[in-house]
């Protein structure tokens, strides 16, 4: 059973600034690209931020600009930095790992933690 483990969340003012991390096994995180996902109250989980192994970012309409995912190789640890928080970013954030090639596919989830953007 491949672990992420998550790190970071909590309350934060509007306007705030917050960063989530996760780690994840080397072997994993050298050859998954990495993501992070979040799910608000009676929303369908969506896509926040990509990541590539190669670094290449990609980022959901709404977080672009105030988000920024990063990857630590060192570490083998994901970062998202969020700023400018906003009440509608309040969502449970999840970490992803995520492979495919041809021949095979895989992925796995960090059991996510609450972000609560409130005055």
């Known amino acids: 059973q491949v672990q992420l483990v998550e790190a970071g969340g909590g309350l934060v003012q509007p306007g705030g600034s917050l960063t989530r991390s996760c780690a994840a096994p080397e072997y994993v995180f050298s050859r998954y690209n990495m993501a992070w996902y979040r799910q608000a109250p009676g929303k369908q989980r969506e896509l926040a931020a990509t990541?590539?192994?190669?670094?290449?970012?990609n980022y959901e309409d709404s977080v672009q600009r105030r988000f920024t995912i990063s990857r630590d190789n060192a570490k083998n640890t994901v970062y998202l930095q969020m700023s400018s928080l906003k009440f509608e970013d309040t969502a449970v954030y999840y970490c992803?790992?995520?492979?495919?090639?041809?021949?095979?596919?895989?992925?796995?989830w960090g059991l996510g933690t609450q972000v609560t953007v409130s005055s």
């Open positions: 990541i590539t192994t190669d670094g290449n970012t």
């Open positions: 992803n790992a995520r492979l495919v090639t041809v021949k095979y596919s895989d992925e796995h």
